[in-house]
């Protein structure tokens, strides 16, 4: 689509006005790191490399999950946005003839298509160099793009504008499209005169136009794209826009969300057709939803696979688990990481899963703990049954065949196994292997002393007289 493109992305600045001790680049953003987005948006240009210039935390930023797709140049002090292209110099040198997109990594909003259209007026109007602007009514922190009386373009930054500069909307978004050959003659004309001692990028832009090139801009219409994410009330700002795209593509796909601004859903969560999503619900991480599913209010979910027709109960926690079609897991219930809830399996009230396969049909129903167990299916667990999974230095593994009956109250001393159709008595405390179609019994047997309470009231009643 963009052959003969390279794509850079500056993001070797700490982000001071951030306040973090993580890099401001690598806060995330509904599930993703600001970064992350910016790559995600480039690489849907389809250029033909994209470099990434970093500096500050930069063996964090390398161990991010995008990095295999994309080279990193190192910026070791951090002296400007135009400092910051210069690390890329020798790639540049080889490539002349080429066009260069270089993008702030603080716009996480920006929209492929948007860029396309930058890219396109570029090529169209075969310039040198075209950015990217909009009008804005709160360009506050922003660079202001002047045409000076002898008809020149350039950006002044916030820092160093008069205040009739400050008052014009139009605003410099921090992404440029430029020919290689013109921005390697123009970069080694960049000085670091100015408020913040530092080599601003923008200042290609009045020198292009000085030297009679090509410079123009791309305005914009989407105002909503081009937050940059200077401190946390932008990016608080940033999150709820990117919010609300992902609540309207969901309602494009035909799902129902009753009270989207109590709703939050990572970007990448998918969700089938018809799956209605109540209030207060939260799905988080790598998740996916399929058709006809319903969560009631606050369920929390990370990181699962949930299939058909599901239902999720009220107040229900669920991490890095698999559901299958027509289970219902809740209310109030627990699922820790690695559990399967397999085919129209019922799970309920205060029922806590770790690393258990719970099979199709079975059901368990009330307070229970299953850790580290592999349940068939049509399995009935009893209130209050648990798995003593752990013996203070190992875990251990319960299994429990198809169609067992598990008593309330069971404990099952792992590692053991529960054969086919066999009964649990209640309140039993299994240690040892049960086989198929029996009936096992582990509790104290049950003495009654007839009329033994009447004689020790009439015994205390005697002694007090
Ligand atoms: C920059 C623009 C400004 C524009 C704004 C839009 C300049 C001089 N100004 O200002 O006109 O309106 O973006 O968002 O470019 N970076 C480096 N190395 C450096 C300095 C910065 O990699 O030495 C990176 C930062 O990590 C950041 C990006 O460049 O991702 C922009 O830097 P930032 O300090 O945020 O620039 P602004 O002051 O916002
Ligand atoms: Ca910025």
Redesign the pocket.
């Known amino acids: 689509m963009n052959k003969g493109l390279l794509a850079l992305i500056?993001?070797?600045?700490k982000?001071t006005r951030f306040k973090s001790d993580t890099i401001?680049?690598l806060h995330p953003l509904m599930g993703k790191t600001m970064l992350h987005l910016v790559v995600e948006t480039i690489q849907k240009l389809n250029p033909d490399q994209v470099h990434v210039?970093v500096?500050y935390q930069r063996e964090r930023v390398k161990k991010q999950p995008f990095s295999p797709h994309v080279q990193f140049v190192v910026?070791e002090e951090?002296?400007?946005?135009a400092?910051?292209v210069q690390a890329v110099q020798e790639v540049l040198e080889e490539k002349k003839d080429k066009d260069l997109l270089i993008i702030?990594?603080?716009?996480p909003l920006l929209r492929p298509e948007t860029l396309q259209l930058l890219l396109n007026q570029h090529r169209n109007d075969r310039n040198s160099l075209t950015f990217l602007t909009t009008e804005s009514n709160r360009p506050g922190?922003?660079?202001r793009v002047i045409r000076t009386e002898d008809n020149l373009l350039r950006?002044v930054?916030e820092k160093e504008a008069t205040l009739s500069q400050k008052k014009r909307k139009e605003?410099?978004?921090?992404v440029y499209v430029v020919r290689i050959r013109d921005l390697l003659q123009a970069l080694p004309k960049i000085s670091n005169r100015n408020r913040k001692g530092?080599y601003?990028?923008?200042d290609m832009i009045e020198i292009m136009s000085r030297e009679k090139k090509r410079v123009n801009f791309y305005r914009t219409p989407q105002v909503d794209e081009v937050v940059?994410v200077?401190d946390r009330s932008e990016l608080a700002r940033a999150v709820d826009i990117l919010r609300w795209r992902k609540v309207q593509s969901l309602y494009e796909k035909g799902v129902t969300l009753y009270d989207p601004s109590s709703t939050w859903i990572d970007l990448d969560v998918e969700i089938g057709v018809d799956s209605v999503l109540y209030n207060s619900v939260v799905i988080e991480g790598n998740s996916a939803i399929g058709k006809s599913c319903t969560f009631y209010p606050f369920v929390h979910m990370v990181d699962t696979r949930v299939g058909n027709d599901v239902k999720i109960l009220t107040s229900t926690v669920i991490e890095g688990s698999t559901i299958h079609d027509h289970a219902q897991v809740g209310p109030f219930t627990h699922l820790r990481p690695q559990t399967v809830i397999r085919e129209g399996a019922k799970v309920g009230n205060f029922v806590e899963m770790k690393k258990t396969v719970f099979g199709k049909k079975s059901k368990a129903g009330h307070l229970s703990y299953l850790g580290d167990s592999e349940i068939e299916e049509e399995v009935n667990i009893g209130a209050g049954t648990i798995t003593c999974n752990y013996d203070g230095i190992k875990k251990h593994r319960t299994h429990i065949g198809k169609g067992a009956f598990i008593g309330s109250g069971t404990e099952l001393v792992a590692p053991v196994k529960v054969g086919r159709g066999s009964y649990l008595g209640a309140g039993s405390t299994i240690t040892k292997d049960v086989s198929s179609d029996s009936l096992a019994v582990a509790r104290g047997r049950q003495v009654e002393k007839s009329g033994w309470a009447k004689r020790k009231k009439e015994k205390e009643k005697k002694n007090k007289e």
């Open positions: 500056l993001a070797a600045g982000g401001k680049v210039v500096g910026q951090q002296l400007g946005t400092h910051a702030n990594a603080d716009l922190g922003f660079g950006v930054e605003i410099n978004v921090g530092e601003y990028l923008t940059g200077n």
